[in-house]
């Protein structure tokens, strides 16, 4: 019989799935605003706990295998289950590809300069790896998880700690070129920065089926795991930004590397290297199940061909894992090129809004459920989460928008195999 994961397997899955690059570059992106990048935290950390308490309560109604289309095919119907479990699962493994990367790119220091050829080698060796681990069992890949998490939550109580000493308010200031722009479209613009370390709030919900006693056990380690992560963040950016000037700090690449050599001096960037690495590492792992788990529970329900569907003698979907394995190598391929840094960039962007139509979704659902029931506390959870994913879609430029669209229209070309399976 194959093993479960308890609730430490799973909070870790929400850590791992949220805490990842945007840890180490967001303090540089954020440093222009002044104070008004920890009020970004602050605001992005409590629409995604109200996201989290969402899905929470979704999968306390659905404790099933796939997460967002589970609840959407129950509520709204099969086609609109499918569409968006479609789109998230395109989604979760496009994205991942970015992690892909940067765990390679960010052992630069201890590596020095590499070809292209040796640089693509490492990266097919990671994925090779991390598709391997989440082949043998989940059980075993949730494990797995855990102990990067602890790994790399670390450095992010150490640094704050270490850093304290030589913190100065001084150096948090709004940059001359934001002076004159409004404060309401200068919180909304750090928000929507913010809230790109929140993405995959979600994730802990698509293995339920894998998960011991999964209307609890989920539940409680998505809202703790989100409010633990909210934290982390606002403190190692908090920190970092009250260490480095505000101009100095706009332009640095390596935040988390200057502030600790602003405090221990040179010869730490090999250290950070290998801490940055194993968090994008973790959270490889963890959208490699995730992926996983969303596939399986489409193909479930017929929404996907039932080679989708196959497991091991662990319970593992092994070629599940395979297919968002090797559908990433192509789009690794394609950062080869010379304007690496715009191409991740264009991936997290679309990624992220195609993640906030799905979790918009998620909240339409939500709101139906508990106003047919008059639960009118939850309702207002809902409404407020419901307008917080609108506002961070509606702030998007037309071309993200059109492509995280695209995730969903794509769909069209699997209704033959959709309508093949529902016949059976």
């Not at 309401?184 to 913010?194: F, G, R, S, Y």
């Not at 040179?266 to 490699?288: D, E, P, Q, R, Y």
């Not at 395979?322 to 990433?328: A, D, E, F, L, P």
């Not at 840094?341 to 709101?367: G, H, P, R, T, W």
């Amino acid at each position: 019989m194959a093993k479960k994961m308890g609730f430490w397997s799973v909070l870790s899955i929400v850590f791992g799935s949220q805490i990842g690059s945007g840890i180490f570059v967001l303090p540089s992106s954020l440093a222009p605003y002044g104070f008004l990048g920890i009020l970004g935290w602050c605001l992005a950390g409590l629409g995604a706990i109200m996201l989290a308490m969402v899905f929470a309560e979704l999968c306390t109604r659905f404790p099933q295998t796939g997460g967002p289309h589970k609840y959407v095919q129950i509520v709204f119907g099969r086609m609109f289950g499918f569409y968006v479990g479609w789109a998230y699962w395109l989604v979760s493994w496009v994205s991942s590809t970015v992690l892909v990367v940067l765990s390679v790119s960010y052992l630069s220091p201890i590596m020095g300069t590499i070809s292209p050829i040796l640089t693509f080698i490492l990266e097919m060796s990671l994925l090779a790896a991390v598709c391997v681990l989440n082949c043998k069992s989940v059980e075993l890949s949730g494990r797995v998880e855990l102990v990067l998490t602890l790994m790399k939550f670390i450095p992010f109580i150490v640094v704050p700690a270490v850093i304290a000493g030589n913190f100065d308010a001084s150096n948090i200031a709004l940059a001359p070129e934001h002076a004159s722009t409004s404060i309401l479209e200068l919180i909304t613009a750090v928000t929507v920065l913010c809230f790109w370390g929140f993405i995959g709030v979600e994730c802990a919900t698509t293995p339920a089926g894998a998960v011991k006693n999964p209307e609890k056990t989920i539940p409680n380690a998505i809202i703790a795991g989100t409010c633990g992560v909210a934290v982390v963040y606002l403190i190692n950016s908090v920190s970092i930004m009250g260490v480095i000037p505000e101009a100095q700090l706009a332009v640095c690449n390596a935040p988390f590397v200057d502030a600790i050599e602003i405090v221990l001096g040179k010869n730490i960037s090999i250290l950070l290297s290998i801490i940055a690495s194993i968090v994008c590492i973790g959270t490889l792992n963890a959208w490699t199940l995730t992926s996983a788990q969303i596939s399986l529970g489409l193909a479930q329900d017929g929404l996907l061909p039932k080679i989708f569907a196959k497991k091991n003698s662990s319970g593992s979907p092994y070629a599940s894992v395979i297919i968002s394995c090797v559908g990433m190598l192509p789009i690794i391929l394609l950062t080869k090129s010379d304007n690496f840094s715009s191409q991740i960039n264009c991936i997290i962007d679309f990624s992220v809004k195609a993640f906030l139509m799905i979790y918009m979704i998620c909240c339409l659902v939500f709101l139906k459920e508990v106003i047919r029931e008059r639960m009118v506390g939850k309702a207002i959870i809902g409404i407020i989460a419901a307008a917080f994913c609108l506002l961070m879609i509606v702030e998007s430029t037309l071309s993200s928008l059109l492509i995280a669209a695209a995730f969903f229209i794509s769909g069209v070309f699997m209704l033959p195999f959709v309508k093949k399976e529902h016949e059976k």
